[in-house]
């Protein structure tokens, strides 16, 4: 199917939404620019008759580079009045022949300009997803199964930021039948913001783990953040909560709408699982045998997350199948990598529950040669840092590795609990030292798992793994 392009948004219907003032430079009536094309917040990818969001960063002010987009073909930018003589963005309009459109804060107004687009589209289904981790692998496999019956636009990536869903929606087409975005946070009241974008129909929550407890501080605060996903309902919406969760009657507490709890108990469809190790698992649902190749119990729980709002759109049990058999390993996020070693890549991220996942994934492995952990630096995890990095050293200490690398300086306190016991392992800051160290041990037939957060950037070592020689 052919999706409309063209015209986004008119720009009037813009200023008029965000109560905005709008300078309009050089267009006469007959050959005005009526609206926007897409949307960039970076000059460098701005297109032609696109809008350029000058957004006011703590490192580069987007406000200096207005120019810049104009002449890469911005037909317009939005901007803040209190940066409107700083950079005469004014004179610069009106020499280009462009438009300035005029707000307060165009990271609100990026937000306000995404809900007002969508609010086009009422036949569309608007999926949101969240959680502390799960959340893309989730969305990745939700977007299979609903694509294989329907018209499916989702964000990009892990484009689920304040300024990434919003940029997102700008995706959506009047061709799409349901929408599928994830929902991040780096900070309070995000997810609030986020909700208000999307008004999700369908808001689901994969799990409330530690990830950016250094921010929110507690693992408390973390579920009343992510509970805002739910804060857009009214009475026809339907959300979704993990049934094993410690905060599920938290979570549902005052909701507004169906609240179903989930889980691999949860399915009358579900006939059985059976894990295949490093290969995934084979799903039994409504009497057919379908191959998950994500490997890991934690990834098994996404294919149910992704599976119970499947069941709410409803689709039919043939996507299910076709969906989760399309799916493929997401980079970082446990891929297996075959070379001199058998690697396991699981370092976009790291908390202590998912650290505690990744080890126990390595230890249930029917594994015939050495098992090598490198475990990186779990960062944002303010003053839990020191005991969650103990706790993953005690973990290691009654583990099955034949050697232990572990890399970063939060990490330390792991190395310290490693010190009194058998186990052999190194610990280094020094990514040079750490690959040689590495090079050096692994042979073939060994098992490596990289674990850490994405600060330690873990996947740099693929390259002396990867090679089919024996280690010298």
């Known amino acids: 199917m052919v999706c409309n392009s063209g015209v986004l948004l008119e720009f009037t219907t813009l200023s008029r939404s965000l109560e905005a003032d709008m300078l309009s430079y050089g267009q006469s009536p007959e ?14 990818t701005v297109q032609e008759g696109g809008l350029f969001v000058a957004l006011s960063g703590s490192v580069h002010d987007g406000h200096a580079f207005v120019e810049q987009a104009f002449r890469n073909g911005a037909a317009a930018a939005l901007v803040e009045r209190r940066k409107l003589e700083t950079f005469a963005l004014s004179s610069l309009a009106r020499t280009l022949g462009k438009i300035v459109i005029i707000v307060e804060n165009t990271l609100r107004a990026l937000q306000d300009a995404a809900r007002v687009y969508l609010e086009q589209f009422p036949r569309l289904l608007k999926i949101g997803i969240t959680g502390s981790s799960g959340k893309t692998t989730t969305k990745e496999i939700t977007a299979a199964i609903v694509g294989a019956e329907k018209n499916t636009v989702m964000n990009p990536g892990n484009y689920n930021s304040e300024t990434g869903l919003p940029l997102s929606v700008f995706a959506v087409r009047s ?16 997810i609030a913001e986020l909700a208000a974008v999307l008004n999700p129909d369908i808001a689901l929550i994969t799990n409330i783990y530690s990830a950016h407890i250094g921010i929110l501080g507690s693992k408390e605060a973390i579920a009343e953040e992510k509970k805002n996903i739910f804060s857009q309902m009214n009475q026809n919406g339907i959300s979704l909560i993990p049934a094993d969760s410690p905060f599920r009657d938290f979570l549902a507490e005052g909701t507004r709408g169906k609240v179903t709890f989930y889980g691999e108990g949860s399915f009358a469809e579900l006939g059985g699982v059976r894990d295949m190790g490093l290969d995934g698992s084979e799903i039994i649902w409504d009497g057919q045998r379908i191959c998950f190749a994500l490997p890991g119990r934690y990834n098994l ?22 969906g989760i058999e399309s799916v493929k390993p997401l980079f970082g996020r446990g891929e297996i990598l075959h070379g001199r070693a058998t690697v396991v890549q699981d370092c976009y991220n790291s908390n202590p529950e998912s650290a505690a996942r990744a080890l126990e994934f390595c230890e249930t492995l029917e594994w015939p040669g050495r098992r090598v952990y490198v475990m990186g630096d779990m960062l944002e995890l303010g003053e839990n840092s020191r005991r969650a990095h103990e706790d993953v050293g005690r973990l290691l200490q009654v583990s099955k590795a034949d050697m232990v690398f572990l890399y970063g300086k939060e990490i330390e306190p792991a190395a310290a609990i490693l ?38 950037a873990l996947e740099r070592l693929c390259a002396v793994l990867s090679t089919t020689g024996e280690a010298s």
Do not use: W
Request: glycine letters at 8%; proline letters at 1%.
């Open 31 to 44: 050959n005005s620019i009526r609206g926007f094309s897409s949307v960039s917040i970076d000059s460098r």
């Open 175 to 190: 061709c799409h039948e349901a929408g599928i975005f994830e929902m991040g946070m780096n900070r309070r009241g995000e």
């Open 301 to 322: 729980a996404n294919a149910f997350a992704a599976i119970a709002i499947a069941r709410e759109i409803p689709v039919s049990a043939q996507a299910i199948k076709q």
């Open 419 to 456: 010190q009194d016991g058998a186990l052999r392992f190194m610990h280094t800051c020094d990514m040079d030292e750490l690959s040689r160290a590495l090079d050096a041990y692994v042979r073939s037939g060994d098992l490596v798992l990289l674990k850490g957060s994405r600060g330690c």
